[in-house]
């Protein structure tokens, strides 16, 4: 089946530091993955996606590679800001079936302190 | 553009009654999402439609859960009788295009089943 894990939280960090949220993924076709973020008091935003294998999302400072090898969607940001503080989702959409289903990791809470 | 639209926001109600949410997707998108986000997990799938008709309903508790989007624009999701276990938040989503449309989230109903 198609499943998504979320490497657990919550996770804090001071400002400027390197943030890494591992995502790991297990699907029975060829998925589409994305990041959403969820701020306090708001709904998911899509953050970034990537469609194919070795396809890189990126999107203010975030990015993530797409690794079909080890089927994984890390997470990377070089420097966080306090702004940065939500709840980060890995999700995957599988392409080959005809349904727009979003299957979701747990979540990953990240505060940024100043 | 206004984006997905969800009431009541908040919800506190006693085991085995009845609830209903409401959601009002962006304009003109086609395909609108109900998810259930139980504490602690990622959002799952509960139903799907396309304009007015179900796509996908094959995680819908059918026995208490009902969903219906009559004019293919907005939609309700209703729970009778509710369960403990019903407590999460429901989000409603919308996009343009059944597979290969973003999903625009609303900032979702939180249920509390006492």
């Known amino acids: 089946g198609n499943s998504v894990t979320q490497m657990e939280g919550p996770v804090t960090l001071s400002e400027e530091a390197f943030l890494t949220i591992n995502c790991t993924y297990t699907?029975?076709?060829?998925?589409?993955l994305f990041w959403y973020v969820q701020y306090p008091g708001e709904g998911l935003q899509l953050l970034l996606k990537?469609?194919?294998?070795?396809d890189k999302g990126s999107n203010k400072g975030f990015e993530a590679t797409y690794r079909k090898e080890t089927t994984s969607f890390h997470l990377e940001k070089g420097s966080v800001q306090v702004s940065d503080s939500a709840v980060y989702f890995c999700?995957?959409?599988?392409?080959?079936?005809?349904?727009?289903?979003?299957?979701f990791g747990r979540g990953t809470q990240l505060t940024v302190w100043p | 553009e206004a984006g997905v639209a969800q009431s009541p926001r908040y919800k506190i109600i006693e085991k085995r009654q009845s609830v209903a949410f409401w959601c009002n997707p962006i304009?003109?998108?086609?395909?609108l999402y109900w998810y259930q986000q139980i504490l602690g997990q990622g959002p799952k799938l509960l139903i799907q439609?396309?304009?007015?008709?179900?796509?996908?309903d094959s995680q819908l508790p059918k026995d208490r859960f009902s969903a219906e989007r009559l004019k293919g624009v907005d939609s309700t999701l209703k729970i009778q009788p509710a369960k403990l276990e019903d407590s999460a938040v429901y989000l409603c989503?919308?996009?343009?295009?059944?597979?290969?449309?973003?999903?625009?989230f609303g900032p979702g109903t939180r249920l509390t089943v006492l």
């Open positions: 989503a919308s996009s343009l295009q059944e597979l290969a449309g973003e999903q625009f």
């Open positions: 699907a029975t076709g060829y998925p589409s």
């Open positions: 990537a469609t194919k294998a070795d």
């Open positions: 999700a995957l959409r599988d392409r080959g079936s005809t349904l727009g289903r979003l299957y």
């Open positions: 304009s003109g998108h086609a395909t």
């Open positions: 439609f396309q304009n007015n008709g179900v796509v996908d």
